[in-house]
């Protein structure tokens, strides 16, 4: 049964049902897994590829197109297309599933889902396919966990600063080139009556922070061995991040997200609720968000004069690059050729629809002509292929820095200092080493 995805039929069935034997399933959302090209009888052999159905990091509709080609054109196992949005605990489900060893043979993997998979030994090495040659540098450090591909990514993008520009020169000031300048612009505009940042509980708070303090490990010309010195114990995290501790108690302490604020009120502010309306509202100058949403603001507020641009660090500005689609191979499939086969055929599309000029907000092939879908992320583009990029999670650590920022800089709103955030995360990173390791 090979039809055309958009005439399929998109069969229904509770999660509960597919973890049969998976063991106790966690207080998730209650959403359903959507079932794509359902096998014709109980006996036929298929294919599992297991996709967030919410948002367009998944390429879902990409993913459908591409399958029905692959299921149209090979006689071997048919590809069915399996999801659940990640709201509704795709990260937990996936996991449950390859538990049970009724997993997929092809996953998009989120982030916070590399490490503890590639612990169970779940992600097979993917360095031998023809596409990972192709990638550039910045683009295959994403891609790796200790000595193993654990994916191919086809799409990244990068968080960033949006810069209104017409409210900045209302100051008379101008897009910042550095954190000197940066600090100047949010003090100028508090002391103006305004308030300088957008506030969510995620990357209004991480970004900034991660910037100041992580560049000095990223930019270091002994950046590796300050890596192994960090895995090892030996090199304390919290030594680093006590600068980007500082100036997030710096940004607390005098208002730049606003007044008032308790840690309460922070972590309920989910991402989008009131950050991005503030700033195309002109309520806010800067906010820190991934670079692709510049296409949000050009088609909903094209009114809105602003850039997309690095964060300031002292010196100069980085952005945090990020694998927008992570597309990984179960170690333990019992269909493992054919699955490293339908990703070759994958991979070979989105390397052609890069290629001919789509695809992906920032360069991933080497070979391939880039040309940027909007000039105002112009400023932001040039940061990152000049080199100043600290990944937004590193796989190759073994202990977290994403979810950790954000949970000490909540802290810091009820008083936490700078100094005490830096020494926490040293005990973190202990805790998190032995555990890795243990």
């Known amino acids: 049964m090979r039809k055309s995805a958009a005439a399929l039929c998109m069969a229904v069935i509770l999660c509960l049902s597919l973890l049969t034997g998976c063991g106790n399933t966690p207080a998730i959302g209650g959403g359903q897994v959507f079932l794509e090209n359902e096998a014709e009888g109980q006996d036929e ?15 879902a509709r990409y993913y459908k197109e591409m399958i029905d080609r692959y299921n149209e054109g090979h006689s071997g196992l048919r590809v069915t297309l399996e999801g659940i949005s990640t709201a509704d605990g795709f990260n937990e489900y996936l996991e449950q599933r390859l538990d049970a060893g009724e997993g997929d043979d092809v996953f998009i993997l989120n982030a916070d889902s590399v490490k503890p998979l590639h612990a169970k030994g779940y992600l097979y090495d993917l360095s031998g396919l023809p596409v990972f040659e192709k ?21 990244m993008s990068a968080y960033v600063m949006f810069v209104n520009v017409d409210l900045l020169e209302q100051y008379g000031l101008e897009p910042p080139q550095n954190l000197e300048e940066f600090i100047t612009c949010c003090r100028s505009i508090k002391a103006g009556g305004g308030t300088p940042l957008s506030l969510n509980r995620w990357y209004a708070l991480t970004v900034p922070a991660m910037a100041n303090g992580l560049y000095q490990i990223y930019s270091a010309e002994n950046s590796k061995e300050l890596l192994a010195g960090l895995n090892s114990g030996e090199v ?8 980007g501790f500082e100036l997030f108690q710096t940004a607390v302490e005098e208002g730049w997200y606003g007044d008032g604020l308790d840690a309460a009120a922070v972590n309920a502010l989910k ?4 950050d991005y309306p503030d700033f195309a509202a002109g309520k806010t100058a800067f906010y820190f968000i991934t670079v692709g949403n510049i296409k949000r603001m050009d088609s909903k507020h094209p009114e809105i004069n602003c850039i997309a641009q690095g964060i300031p660090i002292p010196g100069g500005t980085v952005t945090l690059p990020a694998v927008v689609s992570r597309l990984s191979v179960n170690a333990n499939s019992e269909h493992l050729e054919d699955a490293l086969e339908f990703v070759s055929y994958i991979t070979s599309g989105v390397y052609r629809k890069t290629s001919e000029g789509g695809g992906s907000e920032l360069p991933i092939y080497d070979d391939v002509a880039f040309e ?12 990152y292929i000049s080199g100043g990029q600290i990944p937004i999670e590193d796989m190759r650590l073994h202990f977290t820095y994403w979810d950790t920022v954000r949970e000490l800089c909540i802290k810091m709103f009820d008083g936490m200092t700078a100094q005490e955030a830096a020494e926490e995360y040293n005990r973190i990173q202990a805790e998190q080493i032995a555990a890795y390791t243990g």
């Open 45 to 59: 052999q298929v294919l599992k590829f297991f996709a967030p159905t919410d948002n367009d990091s998944s390429m």
């Open 135 to 155: 990638l550039n540098g910045a683009t295959k450090d994403q891609a790796m966990i200790g000595d193993i591909a654990y994916c191919i990514p086809v799409n």
């Open 236 to 243: 304390k995290i919290g030594d680093y991040m006590l600068e």
């Open 271 to 274: 991402a989008g609720e009131t």
């Open 372 to 383: 940027l879908s909007n000039e105002r992320m112009r400023p932001a583009y040039e940061t």
